[in-house]
């Protein structure tokens, strides 16, 4: 009797279907509100965020989150019974890092909501014994990815080329060579192969993002990627302080310190906070740089993915047998055709109207997804991993990188801007 083949889907399949599913509901007429989270004093607080209409937003939000969580657990094969105590728990923290996001002094200085849901993660990871059943039904991936496909409904290129070309060209100017660097230097540092490629990706493309999308694409390990995540915001806030003030120094023009800042700073929100603190010429020219480094972030992956699938040699029977289309194709991430997808679909079929009216819902939708990737991660590690010495290695190696990416960004945004 021949035994019943199981049905099954890929993961990044299923972060397809679900964001797919949540931007043709989006599309189809189904727009979130968007919950109010800013405030600068207690009244306030529970004036406008705690008040019952925009609790019933909030709650109505983790409805929506929740069935797609849900059936997302259900098709990868999870348990649900641990999904859907723990699912709940994770919410709460990240609407407790949302809160905290939105208070006008935090907002001030810019300091994303992700900083705030990885620490409050692991805040309660190191404090707490969390029980394994907790920790055994996160979904980091599948969240941080589904926030990634819908990060593409705002890629919009005609916004970039109405800009301008020299974002693209600066950005393709550096993260080539930017990653190379890092590479090399990772190689010399002996750090291993997974590190060394989350390392370069994430100094030399888009940060978290970049990190994110080369993980999926490598198969890495979560305890890495969260390694370098950390590293990415950690130098992302001084950054974020000292860049303009150097510009000013410097004596550089706005579209010089706006291309400079947007090429160099890993985190979008760093970015604007930079570029605000300059002037509105440079906040532009930061912006459109920045979005030029997302567009390149599915090339990206797809090469990573063919690069790391022919270094690796999958067929250890025979090392120098060239690796199938079959396996380059297994290994390549499918998420980031989801991203390709959204953007292509925002930017060239649907009527800008369309766009305009679903576009609030679906970037605050996309950073909830982010924010819980983050609460999760949080909730997975630990303290004594992300400092152990063998940690010490990648850290230089990540600001060595980063302070070369400063130089070669600042003579391209010189040459191209000035």
Same mark, same amino acid.
């Given at each position: 009797?021949?035994?019943?083949?199981?049905?099954?889907?890929?993961?990044?399949?299923?972060?397809?279907?679900?964001?797919?599913?949540?931007?043709?509901?989006?599309?189809?007429?189904?727009?979130?509100?968007?919950?109010?989270?800013?405030?600068?004093?207690?009244?306030?607080?529970?004036?406008?965020?705690?008040?019952?209409?925009?609790?019933?937003?909030?709650?109505?939000?983790?409805?929506?989150?929740?069935?797609?969580?849900?059936?997302?657990?259900?098709?990868?094969?999870?348990?649900?019974?641990?999904?859907?105590?723990?699912?709940?728990?994770?919410?709460?923290?990240?609407?407790?890092?949302?809160?905290?996001?939105?208070?006008?002094?935090?907002?001030?200085?810019?300091?994303?909501?992700?900083?705030?849901?990885?620490?409050?993660?692991?805040?309660?990871?190191?404090?707490?014994?969390?029980?394994?059943?907790?920790?055994?039904?996160?979904?980091?991936?599948?969240?941080?990815?589904?926030?990634?496909?819908?990060?593409?409904?705002?890629?919009?290129?005609?916004?970039?080329?109405?800009?301008?070309?020299?974002?693209?060209?600066?950005?393709?100017?550096?993260?080539?060579?930017?990653?190379?660097?890092?590479?090399?230097?990772?190689?010399?540092?002996?750090?291993?192969?997974?590190?060394?490629?989350?390392?370069?990706?994430?100094?030399?493309?888009?940060?978290? $993002?970049?990190?994110?999308?080369? $993980?999926?694409?490598?198969?890495?390990?979560?305890?890495?990627?969260?390694?370098?995540?950390?590293?990415?915001?950690?130098?992302?806030?001084?950054?974020?302080?000292?860049?303009?003030?150097?510009?000013?120094?410097?004596?550089?023009?706005?579209?010089?310190?706006?291309?400079?800042?947007?090429?160099?700073?890993?985190?979008?929100?760093?970015?604007?906070?930079?570029?605000?603190?300059?002037?509105?010429?440079?906040?532009?020219?930061?912006?459109?740089?920045?979005?030029?480094?997302?567009?390149?972030?599915?090339?990206?992956?797809?090469?990573?993915?063919?690069?790391?699938?022919?270094?690796?040699?999958?067929?250890?029977?025979?090392?120098?047998?060239?690796?199938?289309?079959?396996?380059?194709?297994?290994?390549?991430?499918?998420?980031?055709?989801?991203?390709?997808?959204?953007?292509?679909?925002?930017?060239?079929?649907?009527?800008?109207?369309?766009?305009?009216?679903?576009? $609030?819902?679906?970037?605050?939708?996309?950073?909830?997804?982010?924010?819980?990737?983050?609460?999760?991660?949080?909730?997975?590690?630990?303290?004594?991993?992300?400092?152990?010495?063998? $940690?010490?290695?990648?850290?230089?190696?990540?600001?060595?990188?980063?302070?070369?990416?400063?130089?070669?960004?600042?003579?391209?945004?010189?040459?191209?801007?000035?």
């Amino acid at each position: 009797m021949l035994e019943e083949k199981k049905f099954f889907i890929h993961e990044d399949w299923v972060v397809v279907i679900l964001a797919a599913l949540i931007i043709a509901l989006a599309v189809g007429g189904l727009i979130l509100p968007v919950p109010e989270f800013n405030w600068s004093n207690a009244s306030e607080l529970f004036q406008t965020v705690l008040e019952p209409r925009n609790l019933g937003i909030i709650a109505l939000q983790f409805t929506f989150v929740f069935i797609i969580a849900a059936i997302g657990a259900l098709l990868n094969k999870r348990p649900l019974k641990g999904y859907l105590i723990s699912f709940p728990i994770v919410y709460l923290i990240t609407i407790a890092a949302l809160i905290l996001a939105g208070n006008s002094q935090v907002k001030a200085i810019n300091l994303e909501a992700v900083i705030f849901s990885l620490g409050l993660g692991l805040i309660i990871s190191n404090f707490f014994k969390l029980p394994e059943w907790l920790k055994s039904a996160l979904s980091t991936e599948m969240f941080v990815k589904i926030g990634l496909v819908l990060l593409g409904t705002g890629i919009i290129f005609a916004d970039i080329l109405k800009a301008g070309s020299l974002g693209l060209i600066q950005a393709l100017i550096v993260v080539i060579t930017v990653w190379y660097f890092a590479y090399w230097l990772c190689k010399k540092l002996k750090i291993d192969d997974e590190l060394t490629m989350m390392i370069s990706s994430a100094v030399s493309i888009c940060g978290v $993002s970049a990190a994110i999308a080369t $993980s999926g694409a490598i198969k890495g390990d979560s305890k890495k990627l969260s390694y370098v995540i950390s590293m990415v915001l950690i130098t992302a806030i001084p950054m974020m302080i000292f860049m303009p003030l150097i510009a000013k120094y410097l004596g550089l023009s706005q579209e010089v310190t706006g291309a400079w800042l947007g090429g160099s700073i890993d985190t979008t929100g760093a970015v604007v906070a930079s570029g605000s603190l300059v002037g509105e010429e440079a906040l532009k020219i930061s912006t459109i740089v920045k979005f030029s480094q997302n567009v390149l972030l599915g090339l990206a992956a797809f090469a990573i993915s063919v690069f790391w699938t022919y270094t690796k040699h999958p067929n250890s029977k025979d090392p120098d047998s060239k690796p199938t289309i079959g396996v380059i194709w297994d290994r390549f991430p499918k998420f980031v055709l989801g991203f390709i997808a959204a953007s292509l679909l925002f930017s060239f079929i649907l009527d800008p109207a369309t766009v305009s009216s679903v576009k $609030s819902s679906l970037k605050n939708l996309q950073g909830l997804w982010f924010a819980l990737a983050f609460t999760s991660i949080g909730l997975e590690t630990n303290f004594a991993d992300l400092f152990s010495k063998q $940690s010490k290695k990648p850290f230089y190696a990540f600001l060595l990188a980063q302070t070369f990416n400063v130089v070669v960004t600042l003579a391209v945004a010189l040459l191209l801007f000035n």
